[in-house]
């Protein structure tokens, strides 16, 4: 699998590669993938399908400056910024017949990133359908973007996240996972007592990743202009 360390200098532009690496490799240009990147300051994403009025206080956004994008993967509202690692795996269907359908999916990648991460604190487990938690209370929430012949899974790490934000610019979403049990945001989710570069170290190591130096910059730089950064896409609901 090759491995990309890159986070680009905006954050459309961030969401625009993930999604650029999945077609290149769906088009045959490209193949396995895990990429690792961070964004410093606060910003809204949106899943896919999400509703922004239902997800986002978009006045606290405003007023804060905190930029609202969307992803081109499913999942849940979240909120990016510093002390939170984002990953993604670019991963072909015939590496697992646990890939083709979605739940298995999320059991197969889930599973290998509890194992990683395993001894860092006690009781980490899949929460949900999508979720990794420990002890109940969650820090890592993931998604995907499927195609015919590969799949994008998107996942976040929070390890020294200012948890206080989350109910700043995030609505209780209407949709929760059984685990959650109606607490919000503050009581539900944690970060992990580990540092980024280990972190980093131990996908790396669970995904056997090895460096790559190139990145298909023209097709993230028309994802940018046609999709990423247009009203249309964020406000598509």
């Known amino acids: 699998m090759q491995f990309l360390d890159l986070t680009l200098p905006s954050a459309v532009a961030n969401l625009a590669l993930d999604?650029?690496?999945?077609?290149?490799?769906?088009?045959?240009r490209g193949g396995e993938m895990l990429r690792l990147w961070e964004w410093s300051h606060p910003a809204v994403v949106l899943g896919s399908g999400c509703v922004l009025r239902e997800d986002v206080d978009e006045d606290a956004c405003a007023a804060d400056g905190v930029p609202v994008l969307r992803r081109s993967s499913g999942g849940g509202t979240v909120l990016l910024g510093r002390g939170c690692l984002l990953f993604s795996l670019v991963l072909a269907f015939d590496r697992s017949p646990a890939l083709a359908t979605v739940r298995p999916s999320y059991?197969?990648?889930?599973?290998?990133?509890?194992?990683?991460?395993?001894?860092?604190?006690?009781?980490?487990?899949?929460?949900?359908?999508?979720?990794?938690?420990?002890?109940?209370?969650?820090?890592?929430?993931?998604?995907?973007?499927?195609?015919r012949r590969f799949l994008l899974h998107h996942g976040t790490l929070l390890y020294d996240f200012d948890l206080a934000l989350i109910g700043r610019y995030l609505r209780r979403p209407a949709r929760q996972p059984e685990y959650r049990a109606g607490r919000d945001h503050l009581d539900f989710v944690r970060n992990l007592p580990c540092p980024a570069e280990e972190l980093r170290n131990r996908l790396c190591i669970a995904w056997q990743a090895e460096e790559r130096s190139s990145w298909p910059e023209e097709a993230v730089a028309e994802l940018v202009r046609s999709k990423y950064s247009t009203a249309e896409w964020v406000r598509r609901r």
């Open 107 to 147: 059991g197969y990648i889930l599973e290998r990133l509890c194992e990683a991460l395993a001894d860092i604190v006690p009781g980490i487990r899949q929460g949900g359908i999508s979720d990794l938690a420990a002890r109940g209370r969650k820090f890592s929430g993931n998604a995907q973007q499927r195609k």
């Open 19 to 28: 999604e650029a690496l999945l077609l290149e490799a769906e088009a045959g």
